[in-house]
């Protein structure tokens, strides 16, 4: 379920649309992963991306108001895991993998069957 950033279906397919639309968005998904972590609701954000509408978290960024290619959600690993979308028992193995979320924004990618997650480093200050 946890894959790497090099993950080849995803380097070909997403990463140009995904890093176009990070550069516009970035910033707001920064501030999100802050407000997450310090307000104590999880130390793990994760952002859903789709193309289409999908039912994991709550909706940040509608592509058509923003023109993105990707919506952007909000949700955290509580959510992943009580959805079943991580083991249980694969929960330490999530978190051990999970970037520093003050560096790194921590997207999963949905795309019809495909589902990967991606760490994209934020653009320096």
Same mark, same amino acid.
């Given at each position: 379920?946890?894959?790497?950033?090099?993950?080849?279906? +995803?380097? !070909?397919?997403?990463? @140009?649309?995904?890093?176009?639309?990070?550069?516009?968005?970035? *910033?707001?998904?920064? =501030?999100?992963?802050?407000?997450? &972590?310090? &307000?104590?609701?999880?130390?793990?954000?994760?952002?859903?991306?789709?193309?289409? *509408?999908?039912?994991? @978290?709550?909706? +940040? +960024?509608?592509?058509? #108001?923003?023109?993105?290619?990707?919506?952007?959600?909000?949700?955290?690993?509580? *959510?992943?895991?009580? &959805?079943?979308?991580?083991? =249980? =028992?694969?929960? #330490?193995?999530?978190?051990?993998?999970?970037?520093?979320?003050? #560096?790194? $924004? $921590? +997207?999963?990618?949905?795309? !019809?069957?495909?589902?990967?997650?991606?760490?994209?480093?934020?653009? #320096?200050?």
């Amino acid at each position: 379920m946890i894959s790497d950033f090099n993950d080849p279906e +995803l380097s !070909g397919k997403y990463l @140009g649309t995904i890093t176009k639309d990070f550069i516009q968005v970035s *910033e707001i998904l920064k =501030e999100a992963s802050y407000q997450v &972590r310090s &307000r104590k609701f999880s130390k793990y954000p994760i952002f859903p991306i789709s193309k289409t *509408e999908q039912p994991i @978290g709550q909706l +940040l +960024l509608n592509k058509t #108001e923003k023109n993105l290619d990707w919506n952007y959600y909000i949700t955290y690993l509580d *959510e992943f895991i009580q &959805r079943k979308l991580i083991a =249980e =028992e694969l929960q #330490e193995d999530f978190i051990k993998a999970y970037k520093d979320p003050d #560096e790194f $924004c $921590c +997207l999963f990618v949905v795309d !019809g069957v495909f589902t990967s997650f991606v760490y994209i480093p934020y653009p #320096e200050d």
